[in-house]
């Protein structure tokens, strides 16, 4: 599935979404260049689950948890992750095999050793907008692309 979103209000509004289909379980991959919106559409995913404060990316403690009401969300960015190793000393077995929703930014930095994601969603510059490509990779994955409305964002 590709969508395009014409700008930021518009990341997170499809990412609000998003949040909704998801329903708080399974794990979530965003790739993208620096600047795509992987942050930005995670901010607007953790507004679904009523998360209104400022979203930033974990790019130096690598993993930030959420805990909204009995909801458990993981946001992994792995862009300065040296070895995919590392996840092991961080506690990033119990946080990916958790039945908690979590959402890794740059997952090919953890080749090898992360378990397979529901949903891979790859973010473009198109413009001042991005375009995102959504492939459903397990049947939870597949169900939520099932779900989601394609236009409107």
């Known amino acids: 599935m590709q969508l395009s979103l014409v700008d930021e209000f518009h990341q997170i509004a499809f990412g609000e979404t998003l949040g909704g289909v998801f329903e708080g379980h399974g794990r979530v991959y965003l790739e ?76 090919s930095r953890g080749d090898g050793w992360l378990p397979r994601a529901d949903l891979h969603i790859h973010l473009t510059l198109e413009g001042a907008g991005r375009r995102a490509t959504l492939e459903g990779l397990t049947q939870r994955g597949q169900r939520w692309l099932k779900k989601l409305p394609t236009d409107g964002y």
Do not use: M, N
């Not at 009995?70 to 960015?77: S, T």
């Open 32 to 107: 993208g260049d620096l600047g795509a919106g992987k942050t930005t559409l995670t901010r607007g995913i953790l507004r679904a689950y009523g998360y209104q404060g400022a979203v930033k990316s974990p790019t130096y403690t690598l993993i930030e948890p959420y805990e909204l009401g009995d909801q458990r969300i993981y946001h992994l960015d792995l862009y300065r992750l040296g070895d995919p190793e590392e996840l092991e000393f961080i506690g990033g077995r119990d946080v990916l095999d958790d039945d908690a929703l979590c959402l890794v930014e740059w997952p």
